[in-house]
């Protein structure tokens, strides 16, 4: 079943209600493309597992806080792995180095929260904006979005000063949402 097909609404109000079935369908939805990302996140397996089981516990202990208004249930269930994952990050959890080009890649690569939870064609609007982004721009906010990476530790990475790094990223974030609201 794709992701369009499948009612998060429904399944997470099923399981405020305590409907194992619901959370079984849940799981057997979306634990690949969570493990996906937080692999993508942490570039471990072992530390991603763990996140993603952490995950799944908060989703069936807290899904009567879902709250439809505020977004979709697909991106409520992906923002919980995300601040696992980043949580992990934070916590001193190291981080397999990957080649700093699969950041660049990682759009298109690896199911994000965010860009599961917008339209198609918002998704290609992004795509699309991230790409107009001139890298120095683009390069560091893909490190604090989708790495999790503190503006210390991407200066540290990208050998450039931290306030240097700040302008960059707020300039890019601005950039962006001029962009998506064109």
Same mark, same amino acid.
């Given at each position: ?12 109000? !099923? @399981? ?5 079935? !619901? ?8 634990? /690949?493309?969570?493990? /996906? ?5 942490? /570039? ?6 763990? @996140? ?76 699309? @904006? ?8 683009? %390069? ?10 503190? %503006? ?10 931290? /306030? ?6 707020? !300039?890019?974030?601005? !950039? ?7």
């Amino acid at each position: 079943m794709t992701a369009s097909d499948f009612d998060y609404e429904s399944t997470l109000q !099923a @399981c405020a209600r305590g409907d194992e079935r !619901a959370f079984q369908a849940l799981y057997r939805q979306e634990a /690949g493309p969570m493990l /996906g990302l937080a692999i993508s996140m942490l /570039g471990r397996r072992d530390i991603a597992e763990d @996140c993603l089981h952490d995950a799944f516990v908060r989703i069936w202990q807290h899904a009567a806080r879902y709250q439809r208004e505020l977004g979709s249930g697909r991106a409520w269930v992906h923002s919980i792995l995300r601040y696992r994952v980043l949580n992990a990050l934070r916590s001193g959890v190291r981080h397999v180095d990957v080649d700093d080009d699969f950041i660049e890649r990682v759009l298109d690569e690896t199911p994000q929260a965010e860009a599961q939870a917008l339209q198609q064609s918002q998704q290609r609007l992004l795509r699309h @904006c991230l790409q107009r982004l001139e890298r120095p721009r683009r %390069h560091p906010i893909l490190l604090a979005f989708y790495r999790g990476l503190t %503006h210390e530790q991407i200066a540290s990475r990208l050998s450039t000063p931290l /306030g240097t790094i700040k302008g960059r990223i707020r !300039a890019g974030l601005r !950039a962006l949402q001029e962009c998506l609201q064109a």
